[in-house]
């Protein structure tokens, strides 16, 4: 939850990771992002991708130990914005089959827990998803809340 990643476990045992709405709320419109290699051994705290924003520069760290088994180049290559359009979704960065799934889970937080803490973070930092607030009469927003 510190480095502001989301997992979400497959049916095939790989896991899921992306930038949480907090995150892209506060770096703002995604210009680029860089991917290491599907195949990729990586370990816990490593990098998966260079993530270039209009205001900030830097790594997208693996919350767990593993392989990179697939991450979303074409995606980002269709829409650069889809990690600020739909972080949960078709915002996905990286796919990743854990090697040491059973050590490294108990760190991952879920439920009730990483939304009590989310809420905190939100508010330590005045996070304010303008995506999600209603656009003015006769215009229309971007997701970090430029027109």
């Known amino acids: 939850m510190d480095r502001d990643v989301w997992a979400r476990v497959e049916r095939d045992g790989t896991v899921t990771l992306g930038m949480t709405d907090p995150a892209q709320t506060r770096?703002?419109?995604?210009?680029?992002?860089?991917?290491?290699?599907?195949?990729?051994?990586?370990?816990?705290?490593?990098?998966?991708?260079?993530?270039?924003?209009?205001?900030?520069?830097?790594?997208?760290p693996a919350p767990l130990s593993g392989v990179i088994a697939a991450n979303n180049e074409a995606g980002f290559k269709a829409d650069i914005l889809a990690a600020n359009r739909d972080p949960y979704g078709a915002g996905w960065?990286?796919?990743?089959?854990?090697?040491?799934?059973?050590?490294?889970r108990a760190r991952l937080l879920t439920g009730a827990v990483a939304a009590e803490r989310y809420r905190a973070r939100i508010d330590q930092h005045r996070v304010t998803c303008m995506r999600c607030a209603p656009a003015p009469a006769g215009g229309t927003e971007g997701p970090d809340g430029e027109g």
């Open 27 to 60: 770096c703002g419109k995604v210009v680029s992002v860089r991917f290491k290699p599907v195949g990729r051994r990586v370990a816990l705290g490593q990098s998966l991708a260079t993530i270039e924003s209009a205001k900030w520069v830097g790594p997208f």
């Open 93 to 104: 960065l990286v796919r990743l089959q854990p090697s040491a799934w059973e050590a490294e």
